[in-house]
Each structure stands twice: as structure tokens, then as C-alpha cells.
């Protein structure tokens, strides 16, 4: 199972992790690596809870769980922010990998010890967005927007 961080303020990316006032934390069931099982959603369609998105509607669909499906997307609040805790936090949630616009170099050096995939200088976009880009190898990063 991967599981995606994206800090947000107002459920949409904010420009700085240490900043944000949730987490958007998703679940997306990886691609298998069974060479008969092919990724069936190519480009990648956002598929919640046995829903697929098409435009602004949901449909509904197998009970199955499909390779790069979004199994579940919440939205947490972080502990009180200090230097180093949400990294921290985020690893004890499980958390796979981390979308963000901008990153002190603290945080990184965190992310990296616990294996956590750190994807910066997203551009401003709603979690799902940004994870479908990110399945889809279609993540737009540019400069880290951090000053520290």
C-alpha cells in the first residue's frame, strides 16, 4: 500500500510544509508486479471507495481493489507544529511518501532516515490531483519554495 502526505491549507497543496493546517494523507493500492496482472487504469483514473470519477460524478464499480486505486483519502489534523515533529508524525502514521511545495532541509533529512519518498516543488493543486499526476509520472516539480 503506498500512503500520500500533502500538507494543505484549505484542502488545497499549501507552499510550505510546516506551515499547513491538515494533512491529506491517501491511500493507493500499488501496481502489482505479477506480469499477468496489467495496470488497468491507464492514464490513471481517481477511484474512491468502489467510486470512479468521471469529471464531477462518481460511478459505482467492482468491489475489487484495482492497481492504483485511491482506497481512502482523510484529512488530519497535525500535532502543534515544531521543527522536526511532523516528519516524525508522519512516519508513525505509515506515510510512503510526502507531496509538497516547499521543504526546510530538517524535514527532508527526516523523511530520508524513515525511506519516505519527498516529491518538492509541486505546483498548487488539490491532493487527488496531485496524486493521479504523481501515478500517472506526470508530477510537475520546480524549485523548492523553503527558505530554510
Not at 30 to 50: D, E, L, M, W, Y
Request: aromatic share 6%.
Amino acid at each position: 500500500m503506498l500512503k500520500f502526505a500533502i500538507p494543505t491549507i484549505d484542502r488545497k497543496l499549501s507552499t510550505h510544509f510546516g506551515r499547513c493546517d491538515e494533512f491529506a494523507i491517501i491511500e493507493v493500492q500499488p501496481v502489482r508486479s505479477s506480469p499477468a496482472k496489467q495496470n488497468t487504469h491507464s492514464p490513471f483514473v481517481p477511484i474512491i471507495s468502489g467510486l470512479r470519477r468521471t469529471g464531477d460524478e462518481y460511478q459505482e464499480t467492482s468491489n475489487e481493489v484495482k492497481d492504483n486505486e485511491l482506497i481512502n483519502i482523510k484529512f488530519v489534523n497535525p500535532p502543534q507544529h515544531e521543527r522536526g515533529i511532523f516528519p516524525k508524525w508522519l512516519a508513525e502514521q505509515g506515510v510512503t511518501h510526502i507531496i509538497s511545495a516547499g521543504m526546510g532541509r530538517k524535514a527532508q533529512a527526516i523523511f530520508e532516515e524513515n525511506n519516505i519518498e519527498v516529491c518538492i516543488g509541486a505546483e498548487a493543486k488539490t491532493p487527488e490531483e496531485l496524486v493521479t499526476d504523481y501515478l500517472n509520472n506526470n508530477l510537475i516539480k520546480g524549485e523548492n519554495v523553503c527558505e530554510h
